[in-house]
């Protein structure tokens, strides 16, 4: 039976507005397994109430790093073949700094910036009735940024957060250099997160100084450019 990836559609000129779900997609497209999409708006189709999701035969896996941990295991795929311990290890803090922070500083461009705010709404809730569509997304962005505070990187100011957030791709500019790939000439499990992350703020038009910085490092578009041919063209 077919593997199904349960994600949203397609937003922002996105293939998907989260980068967990392109970053899952990246992984299954490095597998060579074959599987379907399954669209959903509903992130309650997960299994843990956020999307992705996996669908394998009986089993739904949730959550993007998880999916990655089945299709190792359970489809023997190694999606690091040829690095050794210490380039695992890098790809490993490069990875987590993305995904727990990076990613957050995104969650703020989209959702808190005000010049962002009305076509996240538009996009997110445009399809509601229009007495639920003036409450819905009030009460979603709230919630929202009472996340980015208990996070504790919406206790900073705007300038603090995006400073944070153009410090950690200036970091990915200088481990990238002029290679190919992340860790290497060939694709490995780092670059689906590197390249979800990277293009959630590059691609989107709320214009913030991380993703000026991203588009004024010659390496990062390049890389960019050769993700997107690879795997979304």
Not at 134 to 140: E, L
Request: charged share 20%; net charge positive.
């Amino acid at each position: 039976m077919p593997l199904t990836l349960i994600k949203f559609p397609p937003a922002f000129g996105l293939p998907d507005p989260s980068p967990f779900c392109i970053k899952a997609e990246i992984l299954l497209k490095m597998s060579g397994l074959p599987y379907s999409i399954e669209l959903t708006g509903n992130p309650g189709k997960g299994p843990k109430g956020k999307l992705p999701a996996l669908r394998d035969g009986g089993l739904l896996v949730g959550d993007s790093e998880f999916i990655r941990k089945h299709l190792e295991i359970v489809h023997r795929i190694d999606f690091d073949k040829g690095l050794g311990p210490l380039q695992r290890a890098r790809a490993h803090a490069f990875a987590r700094m993305l995904e727990e922070r990076t990613y957050w500083c995104g969650v703020h461009c989209r959702w808190i910036e005000d010049s962002a705010w009305p076509v996240m709404s538009a996009t997110l809730f445009g399809g509601l009735p229009p007495v639920v569509r003036r409450i819905v997304p009030a009460i979603a962005r709230y919630t929202v940024r009472r996340r980015l505070r208990a996070h504790g990187l919406g206790r900073h100011t705007r300038e603090e957060i995006m400073a944070l957030g153009v410090s950690d791709f200036a970091a990915v500019s200088a481990e990238l250099g002029d290679r190919a790939f992340f860790m290497g000439q060939s694709p490995s499990a780092a670059d689906a997160t590197v390249y979800a992350l990277l293009a959630a703020f590059a691609v989107p038009p709320f214009d913030n100084p991380v993703r000026a910085s991203i588009l004024a490092t010659p390496n990062l578009v390049a890389y960019m450019d050769r993700m997107q041919a690879r795997y979304f063209a």
